[in-house]
């Protein structure tokens, strides 16, 4: 649950409720936040704008229960003065059922932003790859018909093998392809940082003894004396932070600008073949999270007084959601003991045959866990739709409004032999 603020404008609050005569935006804005003013009006005027940004209730004196919006997220509800001394509870009792559908949109909110987050990354590394290869291009048009037979070869490598291979494949693959035709170097090494130094990969072909350089060098591409060159690019793997590697290459006749050029080139490559799968792994798991957190706000199970819950559904409801509904909604009755569940269709936009025949299926499984299941809200349509699938409305509780129901029940609670609280 959110943090709550209980703030009296006026000099005498009531009980609970701390004397703030000019609350700040820090004082309104840190969570749900219950206000208590007999001038409300005056109140609204000195908030202004901020009124839009608040969440949580105005209460003020007046007609008990009336209430309405004064913005988004924030309401007026008027009570008598002789409810002050319950005035907290009361609060709590209204800001309750929006306490939890708060969390969770701005958790959604929040896993939206990451994930845009993530898509930016990923769209800035294509396009810094592109201009990349874009310029190291340019270089490679004028070169020998290795290099157009080169670049040919790496085309097809990262469309046929590097695509088809497993990560834990692709050292194997990266040396081989280096001393393999067309490009037919002498030798080929791929290291990796880990622990102090660097641990071997995959080797290929003859290579003589190199020193290595130091790990966190800035050198992309560096030559140990006239036939090795020694490439520096970072190897992202899933799950895990980017690790340094070394790509050397050996080839006894010299080492020509053509084979530099191309080196680079292929390092970029090989890079953003390791960041492109590490990012898919991590945007799958993303997205897997995000449908997730959508299922679970689909089927808000909204606790409003004790053993009750309610269910509102909202906008069409085809067959597969109203069963995902079903499930949820048995489970909770189940799992938490709930004595009443009210399933309000006041949201609803259209509904089959199929789908109220399933709802009214759950009212009776509802009752057979030892629950009471009342429908408020039901529409015109709805109600036609009930009647041509022969549904005795008598076997199932209906009210107007979840407040209708609630009242119902409150009373029934509250008579000689009925139900209370605790």
């Not at 995000?290 to 409801?317: F, H, M, N, R, Y």
């Not at 009342?374 to 199932?396: C, M």
């Amino acid at each position: 649950m959110s943090r709550r603020r209980y703030i009296s404008v006026d000099a005498e609050a009531p009980p609970g409720f701390e004397v703030i005569s000019e609350p700040t935006r820090r004082d309104l804005r840190g969570g749900m936040v219950a206000l208590w003013s007999r001038d409300p009006d005056a109140l609204v005027a000195r908030l202004g704008p901020l009124c839009a940004k608040i969440r949580g209730v105005l209460l003020c004196p007046g007609e008990v229960g009336r209430r309405g919006l004064l913005g988004p997220h924030l309401w007026r509800y008027e009570v008598r003065d002789e409810a002050l001394p319950l005035l907290v509870d009361l609060a709590d009792a209204f800001l309750e059922p929006y306490d939890e559908i708060f969390e969770l949109r701005d958790a959604l909110a929040l896993r939206d932003l990451e994930l845009a987050r993530e898509r930016g990354d990923r769209m800035t590394l294509v396009d810094k790859l592109e201009t990349e290869t874009k310029a190291l291009r340019g270089l490679l048009v004028a070169r020998t018909a290795w290099t157009a037979a080169a670049m040919t070869a790496l085309v097809e490598l990262n469309a046929g093998e590097l695509e088809r291979a497993r990560t834990a494949e692709l050292p194997a693959i990266i040396v081989r392809f280096l001393t393999d035709a067309p490009l037919a170097l002498a030798g080929a090494e791929l290291w990796f940082a880990g622990g102090y130094g660097w641990e071997l990969q995959a080797r290929a072909g003859a290579l003589r003894e190199v020193a290595l350089p130091r790990r966190g060098g800035a050198e992309r591409i560096a030559a140990v004396g006239d036939d090795t060159l020694i490439a520096r690019f970072d190897a992202q793997v899933a799950g895990g932070a980017a690790r340094e590697a070394l790509l050397v290459v050996h080839r006894p006749r010299g080492v020509d600008e053509a084979e530099r050029s191309f080196l680079l080139l292929f390092t970029l490559q090989i890079a953003a073949t390791y960041r492109g799968r590490a990012l898919h792994a991590a945007l799958g798991l993303a997205i897997a999270g995000k449908d997730a957190l959508i299922a679970e706000l689909s089927t808000p199970v909204i606790q409003v007084w004790d053993g009750t819950v309610c269910v509102p559904v909202i906008g069409s409801i085809e067959a597969e959601r109203a069963a995902q509904m079903t499930g949820a909604l048995l489970d909770a009755v189940a799992a938490r003991g709930l004595r009443h569940v009210i399933v309000d269709f006041t949201g609803a936009a259209t509904m089959d045959s199929q789908t109220v025949r399933r709802f009214t299926d759950l009212a009776r499984a509802i009752g057979l866990l030892g629950a009471s299941c009342t429908f408020t809200g039901i529409s015109a349509a709805v109600a036609q739709v009930l009647v041509g699938l022969g549904v005795d409305l008598r076997e199932i509780a209906t009210e107007r409004s979840v407040d209708a129901a609630l009242r119902r029940l409150v009373g029934d609670a509250a008579r000689p032999g009925g139900r209370r609280r605790g």
